[in-house]
């Protein structure tokens, strides 16, 4: 053992163990906590330490169990148990039911219901032709008395509680009856169990004792210097620990903000410098909005359960908005009064209140268009799901940026402009592409790609402009451009991911390391 090492990685809580114990001492942490003021903490870390070094050793290992005494208990002690408000109570006022004993008792039926199963065992109470129960006239059986008694007992005690061990073979099996290991909020009393250990010095631990005395260490040395100290001058005479530079200082690791949720501000922060209004809604949504409102026919393939989360209970929302639900329920049989043919078919009012989780973002517009101002610009982080295949550009369980801006000028150079905005500015993409697509709610349909260095081109999300089976329906009578961003795929590009579940990554030093482009 290199001794003057170890002395110098010596904490004064070890230190005065040592000094003032020797290899013939049995020591515990209640003999540290009584002889050198310890707190229960301190003496563990002493025992834990000085084990680490070998310098003490465990004898022997007892466990002990306790019962603490809680506020149930307690009022126990000034109002009686149970078993004796309900006897004392049936003596005085005659045969009552249950539930009248529980009123005037003041106490819950399920307790007055386990007494007086109890109670009539023991044969103090009976239960008569009346269904009341009534007193026989018997003594109260031993066990109340000694439970009165242990009550009363813990109640007095120091720390309210008593020692399994100094407890007679009747009072164990009385106290059992009220006492719980797990859940004691509704027991009179709590099961603590412990652990008594006791160590002794090693024979490694004379050398390092000899060792302390011949350098003078007491123990007492002074580790931090405070302002009290310097202002009266006692550290000039003071003896201070040793100092060890070697020992790296502790990490400190500053709060902030999750990456992606900073990003996903930095999102609404750009939307709304542009004048846009937030808007949201629930996750739960009816097929009504999450489909039929945006006309798409109730056969179309994404309403299949493949690509739509059903609600388990309830099934179905108890109604739909008026007139919304017959201006849509017409558009999709004949066009209603949209200039439309529709999808000629008999619109089901069933199916139509069907809940789903939200499978797509443009749900929000939907929703805002029967009460938006005209002109004007809207936009929503909408959290939205679907059965998916997880994979590097996809997750069942994604975030959309939802957008609409309604105006007799809104036009499809300003749709483009947005696309280029959120693909540029936002994403951080250098490379850019507009490609045709399709959608049953908008024409033209726009979807816009980016190109990732490690992924390649994916799509960044869709847009175009409102049909009018979408908008007249809703009373909106202007152009009205729309857009579904994917904002995960955005952050990929802005975080320099090459992942979406690298978005969620439980890894906490990867996430402290990554760095927006914003």
Not at 363 to 388: N, T
Not at 402 to 420: F, V
Request: contains cysteine; charged residues 25%; aromatic residues 10%.
């Amino acid at each position: 053992m290199d001794t003057q090492n170890v002395i110098k990685n010596l904490h004064p809580l070890e230190i005065k163990v040592l000094l003032n114990y020797t290899e013939k001492d049995e020591l515990s942490s209640e003999k540290l906590q009584k002889e050198l003021d310890y707190k229960e903490g301190h003496a563990n870390q002493a025992f834990s330490w000085l084990g680490g070094k070998e310098l003490v050793s465990v004898v022997s290992k007892t466990p002990h169990m306790f019962y603490e005494i809680t506020d149930i208990g307690r009022a126990y002690v000034t109002e009686g148990t149970p078993d004796e408000r309900i006897v004392a109570f049936v003596k005085e006022n005659g045969a009552k039911t249950l539930p009248e004993i529980a009123a005037g008792t003041k106490l819950e039926q399920k307790d007055v219901g386990s007494a007086f199963g109890q109670l009539s065992k023991d044969g103090i109470l009976k239960m008569n032709a009346e269904k009341k129960a009534e007193y026989t006239g018997k003594e109260l059986p031993a066990r109340i008395t000694v439970a009165k008694a242990l009550f009363e007992r813990a109640a007095k005690a120091e720390n309210g509680q008593l020692d399994n061990a100094s407890l007679s073979d009747e009072e164990k099996s009385v106290i059992s009856a009220f006492a719980k290991k797990r859940g004691a909020a509704d027991s009179p009393f709590k099961i603590i169990e412990r652990e008594t250990v006791l160590y002794k010095l090693t024979s490694g631990a004379k050398e390092v004792v000899a060792a302390l005395k011949k350098a003078g260490i007491t123990g007492n040395e002074i580790g931090e210097l405070t302002p009290k100290m310097l202002a009266s001058g006692e550290w000039k005479n003071a003896t201070f620990r040793g100092y060890n530079i070697s020992i790296p200082p502790a990490r400190i690791i500053p709060g902030r903000t999750n990456p992606y949720v900073q990003f996903l501000e930095h999102v609404k922060d750009k939307l709304c410098s542009l004048g846009f209004q937030e808007f949201d809604g629930p996750l739960v949504e009816t097929e009504f909005w999450n489909g039929d409102a945006l006309f798409m026919p109730q056969f179309h393939a994404a309403r299949d359960i493949h690509d739509v989360y059903r609600i388990k209970n309830p099934t179905h929302a108890k109604s739909i908005e008026e007139p919304w639900l017959s201006n849509v329920a017409a558009s999709h049989k004949d066009g209603g009064n949209t200039g439309s043919r529709g999808w000629n078919y008999e619109f089901d009012h069933e199916f139509t209140r069907r809940l789903v989780l939200r499978s797509q973002g443009t749900v929000l517009s939907a929703h805002q268009l029967h009460k938006a101002e005209i002109p004007g610009k809207y936009f929503g982080i909408a959290r939205c799901f679907r059965y998916d295949k997880v994979d590097a550009t996809h997750l069942s369980d994604f975030y959309q940026t939802e957008g609409i801006i309604l105006g007799e000028e809104a036009n499809l150079r300003t749709l483009l402009g947005m696309l280029e905005m959120f693909a540029k500015e936002v994403a951080g993409a250098e490379e850019v592409k507009y490609v045709p697509g399709y959608f049953p709610f908008t024409e033209p349909s726009i979807e816009v790609h980016i190109k990732h260095p490690v992924l390649g081109w994916f799509e960044l999300g869709g847009s175009g402009i409102f049909r009018p089976e979408v908008t007249k329906a809703m009373g909106i009578d202007v152009p009205v451009l729309a857009w579904g961003i994917g904002i995960d795929r955005m952050a990929l590009m802005a975080l320099g991911l090459n992942d979406l579940r690298e978005l969620f990554s439980e890894n906490i030093e990867e996430v402290r390391l990554r760095k927006a482009k914003f």
